[in-house]
């Protein structure tokens, strides 16, 4: 008697599971910056706590040119009190001073220098704004370069282009920021340099590095040779 030996092929399928909804930082990136913020604020209402939520509303904020909203929040995070009013003493002194325009104190403090710093603020748009009008200024003077922290390893790709992407940069994907980038290279024609303390980002996409400390060259050269000059490695490693 011949015997059979029947099997059933059983096939398992699994569903692939849904993709995660788009976070805040995935949204602005799209460009979508104010579906952004509306949910970077309903992740901060439900946890307001959290350090990284508050950042990313600060951000966020930002994006929408909402300056004092993002200072707002920066200053919740770091645990300060919004800034008050002045009292008589404080306002007495800044009564006593002289008021001068801020362009054009900086234009004149530019001319026997070759380089000029601007410590602005990431979270307030208006700091780009005036970036612009002292670049605007320094260009007529003869300033040649433009140099930010925010650009990638997308710089070259930016100088070919023209105009910044979502790849460009972090804190350029902020308007005011990606304008600044646009008019500095575009309508003033100044070349557009990296800013960065990230050594493997800088070593691996530059052939010249120029080092400053405190605003201070402190070494130039190629990567090799500034990534063991004595003076970057006592500035920045701590050694004696």
Same mark, same amino acid.
């Given at each position: ?24 930082? !995935?949204? @602005? ?8 913020? /509306? &949910? #970077? $604020?309903?992740?901060? +209402? =439900?946890?307001? %706590? ?39 003493? !404080?306002? @007495? ?8 325009? /801020? &362009? #054009? $104190?900086?234009?004149? +403090? =530019?001319?026997? %220098? ?58 350029? +994907? ?67």
């Amino acid at each position: 008697m011949a015997r059979w030996l029947i099997g059933a092929l059983v096939v398992l399928v699994q569903e692939k599971p849904a993709a995660a909804p788009p976070g805040p930082w !995935e949204l @602005a990136g799209e460009g979508r910056y104010l579906a952004a913020l /509306a &949910l #970077a $604020e309903r992740e901060h +209402a =439900a946890q307001p %706590r959290d350090p990284q939520r508050a950042d990313q509303l600060g951000i966020m904020r930002s994006f929408v040119g909402d300056g004092v909203g993002a200072l707002e929040i920066f200053e919740e995070m770091n645990g300060a009190a919004p800034p008050a009013v002045l009292d008589a003493a !404080e306002a @007495a002194t800044l009564a006593a001073c002289e008021p001068r325009d /801020a &362009l #054009a $104190e900086i234009v004149a +403090a =530019a001319k026997d %220098r070759q380089v000029v710093i601007l410590n602005e603020a990431h979270h307030v748009p208006l700091h780009r704004a005036f970036s612009l009008e002292v670049a605007r200024a320094l260009r007529k003077e003869g300033f040649e370069y433009f140099a930010a922290e925010t650009f990638t390893r997308d710089i070259e790709a930016l100088r070919k282009r023209g105009t910044p992407t979502r790849s460009t940069g972090f804190y350029s +994907a902020e308007p005011a920021f990606g304008e600044l980038i646009r008019e500095v290279r575009d309508q003033l024609r100044l070349t557009v340099l990296l800013v960065e303390h990230h050594m493997n980002l800088v070593m691996s996409i530059s052939d010249w590095v120029v080092a400053l400390n405190f605003g201070r060259r402190i070494a130039q050269g190629t990567p090799a040779e500034v990534r063991s000059h004595p003076e970057l490695v006592k500035a920045y490693l701590g050694a004696a």
